[in-house]
């Protein structure tokens, strides 16, 4: 087991997922409801 610093998303690598998605499918986009966020990250 390794023991990761308090804070380290470039280790966690859901964390790279997810700025990943906000960077290709989710910025620069407004929302209705969420639902429709919901939608559209399973898309992704």
């Known amino acids: 087991m390794i023991k990761l610093p ?7 690598s859901i964390e790279q997922v ?3 998605m906000r960077q290709q499918h989710l910025a ?4 209705e409801n ?3 966020i919901v939608d559209k990250v399973c898309s992704a």
């Open 6 to 12: 308090p804070y380290s998303p470039e280790l966690n």
């Open 18 to 20: 997810w700025s990943w």
């Open 28 to 31: 620069n986009q407004v929302f």
């Open 34 to 36: 969420y639902d429709e």
